[in-house]
């Protein structure tokens, strides 16, 4: 933080460009993330999709963490692989499961093949996203902006957490019209579980 501060006061000048490079955790991460996604998709049995769905969302969870946004990465754990699996649970544990002679779905081809086109370009604008730190980055590109954020916070909000800030108050209805929604899925849960209360 002290950096990022003095980088954006101007005291720091700004080194040569920082080459993005993936380390072996993030391989590692999207390698994982990349595979509970196919199992998910493929898998016939409803409890092993549902099972695999959630290490998905903590391999999403994991992966926010690592590119240092803990706030998305809460929401993942919290509401995809916590609330969403629980509640796929919940449905399967009051329904019928069908047995299948095979584990994963036969392959529809020219839908893997559209997919396979969309990873692929996805893959080309990998190269434009500046490394995690790189001075590139479009919040260093204007540190007026960043500046204003870093000094004035605190005496706009009493926040001493930027980020906390930010969310709170600067874009305080986009962040209350989040909790709206999760509100209502909460509400739309009970509903579907025909119960009042959380137990």
Known sequence: MTGALAL?????????????????????????????????????????????FGAYSLGMAALYTFYRAPDVALTEAAISAGVTTVLLLLTLAKTTRIDHDSVFESVNLPAASAAGFLFAGLLLTMGDIPAIGSPDAPVWSNPDVTQWYLTETYAQTHVENTVMAVLAAFRGFDTFGEA??????????????HREVFA
Do not use: H, M, N, Y
């Open 8 to 52: 954006a006061t101007g005291s720091l000048t700004p080194a040569s460009p920082v080459v993005a490079q993936v380390t072996a955790v993030e391989a590692s991460l999207l390698a994982f993330v990349v595979l509970t996604a196919l199992a998910t998709a493929l898998a016939r049995d409803v409890l092993a999709a549902v099972i695999v």
């Open 180 to 193: 709206i929604v999760v509100f209502a899925g909460g509400i739309a849960a009970l509903i579907v579980l």
